[in-house]
């Protein structure tokens, strides 16, 4: 167990310290360009234009990327006939607390806007450089929209990598005991899901990178299902620690849903994943089971405690 945990950790780190230092680098090209907008605006606009937007991860980066994107646009001599890039910097800004940043792009958008006014409909160069500029943004932006969920992807990946130790684990301990026909259906589909995975991060190919992301997307998109096969596989891996939940009566969706926490999920996580608006009510519902008080205990630390204490209990 202390084996695969370590695993586990040592996954998650080296994600961890790939996506900081992914971010960070962008945030040195934003400041690099920033600094070279009023003494070398071209130089600017060339590091803009080509950071890769995958590397974007915030909505504060993006929005930062469109501001400093849409003034060295203009201090090359490129005029646009729309406000849409700038708009991304005022949308985050006007509801963010960064006040000075907020007039700036609101400052910005006004100016492209009275320009836009002045670019006449008879310049059709001006017009169509400008739609191909507000296009091809657009463009790459939304394939970074496509993949902003990278990190989430990527520790979920961690985690079925974890259930497919855990499961292959108990089989090799425990080959006496067959699982059921469904659970067999479900570990055979999550390993279809990981080698799919595995396969993206040794190729270069954009393409493989793409089924893979599909794939898990798949997964993970059915919301209720995946609680439920979830829990199928609990059941399989971790028969006392559902027979417990189970015990105290709660139903199989709350068992599922427990499971999530014991991922290593956070209570927000869970939250947004599952996107019921009864989230809270749900969990205090579930800790009046266990006999836990609303502020006895964090849930997921005591579901993981939990089950910690009854697979040492059963080796």
Known sequence: MNRLQNILFGLIMSFCLASCAYTSDADRILDEAQERLETSPDSAFVALDSLDRRQLHTREQRARHALLYSI????VGIEMTSDSI???AVDYYIGS?????????LKWKGIINEKAVLVPDT???????ARIIQERYADKMRLESNRKSIFLLVSLSAIVLLICLFIIRRTNAKLSRKPDDKAMELITQRLAVLDKVL???????DRIYRISEEEVENLISDRESFITSTRIIFKERHPEFISYLEKKGLTDWETGYCCLYTLGLKGKDVGEYIKKK????ISSDIRKKLGLGEHDTNIGIWLRELLSELENKGM
Do not use: C, V
Request: negative net charge; charged residues 40%; proline residues 0%.
């Open 72 to 75: 060295a646009l203009d201090k």
């Open 86 to 88: 700038i708009s991304i």
């Open 199 to 205: 396969a993206s991060h040794i190729s270069s190919d």
């Open 97 to 105: 607390e960064d006040k000075e940043r907020a007039e700036e792009a």
């Open 123 to 129: 310049d059709t160069l001006k017009r169509q450089n």
């Open 278 to 281: 009864r989230h809270y009510i």
